[in-house]
């Protein structure tokens, strides 16, 4: 949202006070140029002076300790390996944070094979084909220590035919079967319960989720469209 709001202009300049801002400062700052921002965290930046804000939007900006300046971009490092996305890789600490914060018990899980070596959360849909591929590759992960666990990302929304299957598949009294007869195309029994659809399709909309299969690795970051079992395992360092 808010890099729509500046468009290509990457520094902005403010006339502010001398003193360090508090996070209330930047929030009426930033608030002049939109009054949808909502600022949740206000932490140290890498670079001297600078505050990093995290938006509500799940944007990242640079502001100025004096609130002077703000910067829109992305922050990168130069060191002697290249350049590193220090802005990405915040941005990878908040996907972790917050998918990892949905309970165990609102995931379709299907469980690793003996030793657990990794979990990955997959955003999925029932009418999805590549979704379908990616669940036929699910054995050959649990078998190599993948523990796989899903949630509902309808990609046409509330009023799409998915959401309406994710409901059933997450009713059911077998919901691991349950997926897989939603992947296999086959018709399932109508249910009814309280059900997180609606909240983690939300959810994925705020990690910046657009279409499915969309595969959070545990250090967050996210591999879009279906990958077969091998890459991910090689993805996963194991």
């Known amino acids: 949202m808010f890099k729509q709001v500046l468009k290509s202009t990457l520094l902005l300049f403010f006339t502010g006070s001398v003193i360090a801002a508090t996070q209330d400062d930047i929030q009426v700052r930033l608030q002049k140029i939109d009054p949808r921002i909502e600022v949740v965290e206000v932490k ?3 670079v001297d002076n600078f505050y990093e804000v995290q938006l509500s939007s799940g944007d990242l900006l640079y502001v100025n300790k004096q609130n002077d300046y703000i910067f829109a971009g992305n922050l990168l490092e130069i060191t002697d390996l ?8 915040a941005h990878s600490t ?17 469980a690793a094979k003996g030793k657990t070596k990794a979990v990955i959360q997959i955003f999925t849909d029932s009418t999805c084909p590549y ?5 036929e590759q699910v ?19 509330p009023q799409g035919k998915g959401f309406d299957d994710l409901v059933n598949v997450w009713c059911a009294d077998n919901r691991q079967q349950a997926m897989t ?4 195309g086959k018709k399932l029994a109508k249910k009814q319960c309280d059900n997180p659809i609606a909240e983690q399709y939300n959810l994925g909309r705020q990690l910046g989720v657009q279409g499915t299969p969309a595969i959070f690795l545990p250090d967050g970051r996210v591999i879009p469209g279906f990958v077969p079992a091998e890459r991910l395992i090689s993805e996963l360092g194991l």
Do not use: M, W
């Open 44 to 46: 140290e930046s890498p």
């Open 82 to 89: 290249g350049l590193v996305d220090l802005t990405e890789a």
């Open 94 to 110: 908040i996907r972790t944070k917050k998918i990892q914060a949905v309970p165990v018990k609102e995931q379709i899980v299907f």
């Open 131 to 135: 979704c379908s591929r990616l669940h």
């Open 139 to 157: 054995p050959e992960l649990n078998q190599q220590g993948v523990e796989v666990r899903y949630l509902a990302f309808p990609r046409q929304g």
């Open 181 to 184: 007869d939603a992947k296999a």
